[in-house]
């Protein structure tokens, strides 16, 4: 593949399988070095192992709040800046709407909503802070944002009221940081 994006870094959450594994490889084969965080330790060594050297590992359960924080100073620590996040962690709790308890709910909330928010903020003065510096060198690069959601956030699922409402609340969340971190 191409070096296109060559000296960028990038935290993928979810990277252990699926969708987040396909997009810690697409990176690293672009160039990326990518931050591969995920609750399946075993798994993500096999995702870190396929990106030929771009990558390393952070177990971590995202839900717990520290864990989020801890994800971007690895990024840090590791490659000296962050370009791109990728939120991408998540799976269902299906249960049709008067039986489901709050747990469920809950649940959802934490992994889809607060673990995305949580990275965001943790990795918002990176961000910031290297926006600025290319603005005073006279530089515009582009850093990215990705937060992984679903057409049940937009269109309901039967059985899926917490997913569907946390999935929402995601795209909401989305809307809202472009609109303030555009510039």
């Not at 593949?1 to 994006?5: A, C, D, Q, V, Y």
């Not at 600025?132 to 009221?161: C, L, Y």
């Not at 609340?169 to 510039?183: I, Y």
């Given at each position: 593949?191409?070096?296109?994006?060559a000296?960028?870094?990038?935290?993928?959450?979810?990277?252990?399988?699926?969708?987040?594994?396909?997009?810690?490889?697409?990176?690293?084969?672009?160039?990326?070095?990518?931050?591969?965080?995920?609750?399946?330790?075993?798994?993500?060594?096999?995702?870190?192992?396929?990106?030929?050297?771009?990558?390393?590992?952070?177990?971590?359960?995202?839900?717990?709040?520290?864990?989020?924080?801890?994800?971007?100073?690895?990024?840090?620590?590791?490659?000296?800046?962050?370009?791109?996040?990728?939120?991408?962690?998540?799976y269902?709790?299906?249960?049709?709407f008067?039986?489901?308890t709050?747990?469920?709910l809950?649940?959802?909330?934490?992994?889809?909503?607060?673990?995305p928010?949580?990275?965001?903020?943790?990795?918002?003065?990176?961000l910031?802070?290297?926006?600025?510096?290319?603005?005073?060198?006279?530089?515009?690069?582009?850093?990215?944002?990705?937060?992984?959601?679903?057409?049940?956030?937009?269109?309901?699922?039967?059985?899926?009221?917490?997913?569907?409402?946390?999935?929402a609340?995601?795209?909401?969340?989305?809307?809202?940081?472009?609109?303030?971190?555009?510039?």
């Open positions: 593949m191409s070096e296109l994006l000296e960028r870094v990038a935290v993928v959450t979810g990277a252990a399988r699926g969708i987040g594994r396909a997009t810690a490889e697409l990176l690293a084969g672009h160039g990326a070095r990518v931050v591969c965080a995920d609750l399946d330790g075993e798994a993500l060594a096999r995702t870190v192992g396929s990106l030929g050297g771009r990558g390393v590992a952070v177990a971590a359960d995202l839900t717990v709040p520290a864990a989020p924080a801890e994800v971007v100073a690895r990024a840090v620590d590791e490659y000296g800046r962050l370009d791109i996040v990728v939120n991408n962690a998540g269902t709790w299906d249960g049709i008067h039986r489901m709050d747990e469920q809950t649940a959802m909330l934490d992994i889809h909503l607060t673990a928010f949580r990275l965001l903020r943790a990795a918002a003065p990176v910031r802070e290297a926006a600025k510096r290319d603005a005073a060198e006279g530089r515009e690069i582009f850093r990215k944002v990705v937060n992984v959601t679903s057409i049940a956030g937009t269109m309901g699922n039967v059985g899926q009221a917490n997913y569907a409402a946390a999935k609340a995601l795209t909401g969340l989305t809307r809202t940081l472009a609109k303030e971190w555009a510039r």
